[in-house]
């Protein structure tokens, strides 16, 4: 279960991040998240819980059957987003 193109590991029925939730608004209604990937490190920033909740949505509904990366996926589909 690996890819030996990016040394990840990666199935196409699974998927694992470390998640991190945190608030920085001084009324604390606006939640920011960040997702790791355990095998990489890589780690990948979202300014807020909606645009969090469309990446994951785009990563279930998206992915191929297919030993894809998808943290590498993620990265090309939010590379030069400002703010992330």
């Known amino acids: 279960m690996g890819s030996e193109r990016t040394g ?3 199935h196409g029925d ?6 991190r939730l945190w608030r920085e608004d001084e009324d604390k ?4 998240a ?3 990937n355990p095998h990489s490190g890589e780690q990948l920033g979202f300014g807020s819980v909606d645009e969090l ?3 994951l949505q785009r990563q279930l ?3 191929p059957r297919t030993q894809a990366d ?3 996926q993620a990265s090309e589909e939010i590379e030069g987003q400002p703010g992330l």
């Open 14 to 19: 699974y998927v694992a991040f470390l998640l």
């Open 34 to 36: 960040s997702l790791q």
């Open 70 to 72: 998808p943290v590498a």
């Open 53 to 55: 909740f469309a990446f």
């Open 61 to 63: 509904s998206l992915r």
């Open 29 to 32: 209604a606006h939640w920011r």
């Open 8 to 10: 990840r590991a990666t």
